[in-house]
């Protein structure tokens, strides 16, 4: 039995039965790496005025004695896969033979170029053969003849090319080619270089490249779309809810951050539920709560001014954790409100059980005004973490032994409480603000810093200017170097220190480095202007010729940083006091230098 030659001819025979195609194929296997080719045509004639193309084949056969069962891959050898890449593809063809009456099976694989590089890429190099997957050659003629048109279509594969962004910007349409027609009613991953599709890009200036990769269809129904109606549980109201198909048969509600609906639809069931996720903001956590709990206890839900039963039974269990959850959010809130925090700065999900349970004695102090025990040694501040931030608050003796009264440090309450004496002791005392009792690192994280009553505290000490005015101006570096820091917060930051800038250029006679400071807060906010670097340079010009004032050396350095001359800032840094560069090492405004 000449397998190789019954083999080609089944091949042979499957090909002459499409009216468009001409076989031009070799049964002695003399032919280096293919045994011919496929003459594809357009129409009839099949005349050289009528060609489409040619697709390069080769057949592969083997005998035995049941051919029945199923051929899922053939080991082919990766140098013949090498070879086939040099040939821009090749249609392989797999014929079992029945060992005993001739019969054939045919499968086949169109290893355009993206595949082959797929299957090599897939095994070791080490490995001699790799496994091709292979399909049921099918007995019509129309299929078949796709088959072979998909094949000429894939050879202008190019794996070498990649995908170009300057192509994808410049496409036009998209033509996609398959041998099935997909379902693009539903979401759909499609391998782009399993040989059994093509997807081709059409550039505005004529181009077609095929693309590699994957191709994911996703119907508009499996994007979020806008819901067009109000969700109302209990008291509970959200106005901007969002609808997804996440499946065939499911659709996922988002209501609101946090709350969200699961409808599940089968030919024999219908089904809803509900999910409560601890994501989003102090507010957004308490609203999901409190629509959870009515939609647990009362069953049904407002769709648009139309109630609708669920079919929920209520779950006692369910109600009273998601009531525990919303007592300790609520207490949260209350705590916030009283010390004037706004609660979307606060990472509510980074909150541990020993956290909690030390802000429940917060609230208690706080919001309650109970005094509460704890072993301190003395009045002093108290930080008081929240997840990853802070509440700075302060702690006096209570009227019970080691037990404290807690107060808001930056309350307006408590201004002019505190004083301060220079480091060496000499020299009378001097009031501050609060915000002068914080140090730097902890300004970034402080939650309850009451940022707009800033002004206000340091106006109350204007009977001390010299003090007040130098305190002040620290404020502001502080404030600038926390806006460096939490990148979160820095609008908030910056703006606080412009604020307070502002009021330090109207009551301390435009001091230098206030218009200094006035300038670095608009450089990290990128609002320069060209009027503002040309009064940069009147006075970076002014210091260097006017040493008189204490810190001219600097000041002119920092000119030098907000225009962005390196050089400058390299050369003057090298010829003022060690200790002073130093010093201005500290300050925010050399974090604007790139040097």
Not at 50 to 70: E, F, L, S, Y
Request: glycine fraction near 6%; proline fraction near 5%; charged fraction near 25%.
């Amino acid at each position: 039995m000449d397998v190789e030659a019954l083999s080609v001819a089944e091949v042979e025979r499957s090909v002459a039965l499409c009216p468009l195609l001409k076989p031009f194929l070799d049964k002695n296997d003399k032919t280096p790496l293919t045994d011919g080719h496929i003459e594809v045509y357009d129409k009839a004639p099949l005349s050289n005025a009528n060609r489409a193309g040619r697709v390069p084949v080769q057949v592969k056969g083997r005998t035995g004695k049941r051919i029945d069962t199923p051929q899922k891959h053939w080991n082919v050898p990766r140098v013949d896969l090498n070879g086939y890449l040099q040939e821009s593809g090749v249609l392989y063809f797999f014929v079992r033979v029945n060992s005993g009456t001739g019969e054939c099976v045919t499968y086949y694989a169109n290893l355009a170029p993206f595949t082959i590089t797929k299957l090599l890429a897939s095994a070791p190099e080490t490995s001699p053969t790799i496994p091709v997957p292979l399909t049921a050659l099918p007995s019509n003629s129309h299929a078949i003849d796709s088959i072979v048109r998909l094949a000429l279509r894939t050879r202008d594969q190019n794996p070498q090319a990649g995908i170009d962004p300057v192509l994808l910007e410049a496409a036009e349409s998209f033509t996609f080619y398959s041998l099935r027609e997909p379902n693009f009613g539903q979401r759909t991953r499609i391998d782009l270089d399993s040989g059994n599709v093509s997807l081709v890009l059409h550039t505005k200036g004529g181009m077609a490249v095929p693309l590699p990769g994957v191709l994911e269809i996703i119907p508009d129904d499996y994007s979020k779309q806008r819901v067009e109606a109000d969700f109302a549980a209990g008291d509970t109201v959200y106005t901007e809810s969002y609808r997804q198909r996440i499946d065939d048969q499911t659709v996922r509600i988002s209501i609101g951050p946090g709350i969200s609906l699961t409808l599940t639809e089968s030919a024999d069931n219908r089904s809803m539920k509900a999910h409560l996720e601890p994501e989003g903001s102090l507010a957004d956590r308490i609203r999901a709560c409190k629509f959870m709990l009515a939609l647990n206890s009362g069953g049904t839900i407002t769709v648009g001014g139309k109630e609708t039963a669920l079919g929920i039974v209520a779950d006692d269990k369910l109600s009273r954790e998601v009531g525990e959850v919303l007592s300790q959010l609520q207490m949260l809130s209350e705590l916030f409100d009283a010390l004037g925090v706004d609660g979307n700065l606060a990472s509510i999900g980074d909150i541990d059980d020993q956290q909690m349970s030390q802000l429940e004695v917060l609230h208690r102090a706080i919001v309650k005004d109970e005094e509460v025990q704890a072993a301190m040694p003395g009045p002093g501040f108290v930080r008081q973490a929240v997840g990853p931030a802070q509440l700075v608050l302060f702690a006096l003796a209570g009227e019970s032994e080691n037990h404290w009264r807690i107060i808001d440090l930056f309350s307006s309450d408590f201004r002019r409480q505190f004083w301060a004496r220079s480091e060496s002791g000499d020299g009378p005392e001097y009031p501050v603000t609060p915000y002068d009792c914080i140090e730097e690192e902890h300004v970034t994280s402080a939650l309850n810093l009451r940022l707009d009553g800033l002004v206000g505290a340091y106006q109350t000490l204007l009977d001390w200017p010299r003090s007040t005015f130098a305190n002040a101006t620290q404020f502001v570096l502080k404030l600038l170097t926390a806006s460096d820091t939490n990148a979160a917060r820095a609008d908030e930051f910056l703006a606080a220190a412009e604020g307070l800038n502002d009021w330090l250029l109207e009551s301390d006679q435009q001091a230098p480095h206030h218009l200094v400071n006035r300038w670095q807060i608009l450089h990290r906010r990128d609002l320069l202007t060209a009027e503002d670097r040309l009064e940069i340079r009147k006075l970076k010009h002014k210091m260097a010729g006017d040493r008189t004032h204490p810190l001219s050396e600097m000041l002119e350095i920092a000119c030098a940083i907000l225009l962005g001359e390196s050089d400058e800032v390299e050369y003057l840094s090298s010829h003022i006091k060690r200790d002073d560069l130093e010093r201005m090492r500290t300050w925010p405004i050399w974090s604007l230098y790139n040097g």
